[in-house]
């Protein structure tokens, strides 16, 4: 125990209970902690976000945390000794209690990243772990991200969109056999994730099909003015097709196949046109080339143009100030509306409209023509208001105006729009969320759902991811009363403890939305009953607070914090093409204060972007010469676990993700190594629970440990390299 | 562009030296030398979202069995004889749907066990796929609105390695029958290309893959892989004797009204690439589990999902389901009955006596996202290895054993597949 904790006068906190049962005196580190505690942390933030799942009932009952609920009037005192207990506990030189809430434990938080690094929480618990390290000074910041915090290096395969364009591009005659390759891989909701995006056997097979129609069609005498010299048609090509130049032994090789059009067709199937490398130099930093096709992508989801190519001939995009000329030029190219259109449709999931299942009896008047007005809408809205208006965030949540088509405007009952398709809409149908497009996907076939537009709100708008329904419950509302109101439907959610935990994060959000019908059209009442449309976000940093329908919605996340730093979040897995790394994280965090610095415009969340470290600069390793076994898979390195030096504890990042339902939960863990020499690895858990399944990993279980390492194929990893493992419990 | 597509007859494959082939080889593949019945094609047909097995289950025991009026499966009462009906088999230690999904015909197998991870169909096919032009086939109807992801995709190659099923019947149509109409010495010139243009891209790939750390080259590694498989696809001498089939006509391919075309096109080219010898072991996915599909077609309103979690109580709720499941019995009875319409050229008997069909779904009870008693159905004689005309009923086995069995209706020996912690061996009493 610290030497240096003192004794507060219990006296008066004894009195607080009535008698009864002694209770024990308060120990504090520092003089005022206590109070610290009950101001800073229990009251904006334990018994808000925690205590709905830390508490004896609760899901996360099973936890070391377990408080005594708000309405208890002694719960603070209670909670005190609780949480000082948690604040103390050291994982490495960094406590549980900021690990756990900001989801950089190695188990991870099953309740989401509920105080993300260097947030204003985050920051009040840090100061009350001081506390208890003696350190009983004022607040400072705290955060774990450096600003050269930056991704790994990657080759991004071109995705099916990106390649239709680039093909388009390149050689001048349309292409749809992107479209004809399997569905890319969705990641955090976008479809271009580096790591996921890969060449599998149909693929490769689709793209040699490609290739060929393509070369045959492509009018070679417009391509260069090389006429039949094939050499000096390799170069001239080559450098457009793999967007930098061709080093001698390519152009040799291409050569060798003799003509224009077998060029192409080996061409369009290499890995220098196919994947967009993000590799850079030994000391880390991306090549313009490299950084041209960067930019590109980024801003117009396809090639290089001319201006961009020269900008990398001549060096110039080496620095900042040239990409960001280039990325101001090319936010104005019409194409950037293209990139616009496929952000916004990955991130609220409009582009599914198409799909969308829709009970016909009950809406006919869904047609596909609606639906493709109601995309365009969306798209034309999006792209105008940020992009080509360079608007703020705030503007995509509350402008009370639209574009649409005549029919679309009728469909909504607002006035005809004028010649550019823009018409007002009133604070009812505000910003991007009253839109057909966003209120029709995200509902079920034959009505509203407050559970998906909450569940939208809640993970595209606040960043919040939630577990899947816990098995062995029935899941399924009561059957469609009609003398019952929604929300009276929805109750059950709130009444059953399973349902509860998780549907107060999702189900109030969603009954803002409920003057919109599962089609998007305003209604005046819910199936006879009065409208409802009061709500409330809990379990946020900066967003708690009841609102009332769309507009105090809009409204409520327009200036929230948490919703502008998700945006900025969304734009950087969009952008960056990555996962929720660690890395991912801090270029949120930096791209957020910068795009606040820049006045919250569009353009300014652009350029926060692109002069960001991680889009000049990469971390990981570099090949060097070929390992020994290169080409073969690594499937029995048994052997060469004993050659692996055992290496410095701290170059193992864990990242944790769990799937949480209630009476058990599954971990999914990445193992990555972040030192520079190869090594092994272990893991190891605190047990919670049962464990009824493991995979990828060997399993020790003791009663206080469960130590999992790596089997024969994923024991050993390269620097840079990286495995996962997970397992399952039952609680 | 393709030639005019009027029915003819059908020359697979590349290559002048296959024209002598005899067309029927592989048809003709005789049963093992040594005696042991197998079936010389695999097909699984899935459909998502569990089932309520009150309206499943058959009544009887082994052989007496009967399915009740307005069940599930009475719309397979006609083929009764030709099916195994599973009750009792569970995933062990996951369920839910996505789990479900994922591990259904995996047996949530890692690189160290049997299957490496794959699929059982991706197994099967690596096995006995060598000769056919296609290892294997993998056809979807309306899989892919969310994109690629566990929720979306059952086949693997590997852990978390799909195999994306073609949800388009007319680009599966073109890539089975495209190559039909280019002449012999054409074909030969192309070969010669494809394989020079391969090279080039393998040389690429390996000047690449000494640039880039270890992630990227096991990237490029799967990369290479691929094109390996397409080497050999486009190399592999085929010979097909058969009718080739007028192209499907264009749908909407997400359009949820034309569910039941997509998927009828879908089931006659599966059938079809199976007769011709295009391929030993298919697929039919029927969109995957989560799924929203609204039966409009049966004028049901709530899509598949909600309606796999109506409770007893939700009498209309239930029998919507039921009707969408019955649907789905209907379509797997279609399969069941072009299999039997074909014969074997060497008088064997039909398509479905020497073919092992397999219903899976990936969830037991959709309403409490269990996996007990997922309620898998087999059909086809498996060329003799399995007995079928049963209800068998176990006592709440491993997944994994059936896996095994599917195996070894194949004519494999494999003891186990994907995790074996639950049990080796194949179902008791099910093949033989």
Known sequence: MNPRRLLLAASLLVQACGGGEETPPIVEPCAGDFTYFEAKIWQPILSVKCVGCHNEQGIARGSRLVLAAPSDPDAARKNYPVVRAIADTKLGDQSVFLLRPSMTHPDGHPGGNLLPVGSAGYQALATFVRHGEGRCGPDVATTSCTDTTVGSRVLRRLSRSEYDATVEDLLGVPSAYGQSLPPDVVVGGFDNNGAALRVGPIVAEKL????????????????TSCADDVTCFVKAFGKR??????????????AKLGDARTVITAMLQSPAFLYRPEIGKNDATLDPWEVASELSYLLTGTMPDVALFAAAESGKLATKDEVVAQARRLLKDPRAARTMARFTGQWLYVDRLGAVAKDPATYPELTTDLKSAMLSETQAFVDRTLRVGNGTFRDLLLAEHTFVSPGLAEYYGLAAPGDDGKVATGPLRRGVLGQGSVLTVHAVAASSSPIHRGKLVRERLLCQKLPPPPPGVVVQLPPFDPSKSTRERFAEHSKNEPCRSCHRLMDPIGFGFEAFDGIGRAR?????????????????????????????LAGRLADSPDAQRCFALQWVRFGYGVDDEPETQCAADRVTTAWAKGGMTFEALILALVSDPTFLARQGDLGGPPAPDAGVPVDDAGASDAAVPAPPADTLVVTSKRDDYGTGYCDYVTVKNAGASARTWSVVRSPEGAITSSWKSKLVTTATAWTFTGESYNASLEPGGSTDFGYCAKR | MAPPLARRQLLLGLGASLLAAPFTSLLRTPARADGGKRARRLLVFFSPNGTVHGKWRPTGGEKDFAFSKGSILEPLAARKSDLVVLDGVDFKGFDNHEAGMNGMLTGQGTLTHEGRGASVDQYVASKIGAGTRFPSLELGVQTSAWGGSRQTRMCYSAPDKFVPPEDSPRNAWTRLFGDLGKKPGEVDALLARRKSVLDVVRADLADLRARVGVAEQHKLDDHLDAIRAVEKTLTTPV??????PLAPIDLALQDHKNFPAIGRAQSDLAVLALACGLTRVASIQWTHTVSPTVFSWLGIGDGHHELSHKPDENAKGVADFVAAERWFAEQFFYVLDKLAAIPEPDGSGTLLDTTLVVWAKELGDGRLHDAKSVPFVL??????????????????????RLLVSICQAMGLSNLTFGDPSHGAGPLGGLLG
């Open chain 1, 241 to 254: 097709a793999f967007r930098r130049p061709l080093l001698d032994g390519e152009i040799s090789r291409y």
């Open chain 2, 379 to 400: 059909a086809g004689r498996a060329g003799g290895a399995l007995r079928t005309g049963r209800y068998l009923k176990y006592a709440g086995e491993p997944h994994q």
């Open chain 2, 239 to 244: 010979a097909a004797s058969c009718a080739a």
């Open chain 1, 208 to 223: 040699g099909v490609a290739a060929e129609a393509l070369a045959a069609a492509a009018p070679l005498a417009k391509l």
């Open chain 1, 524 to 552: 005046k009442d819910d199936h006879g009953h009065p409208l409802d449309t009061k709500g409330e976000i809990v379990a946020t940093d900066h967003t708690d607070g009841a609102f009332e329908g769309l507009d105090g």
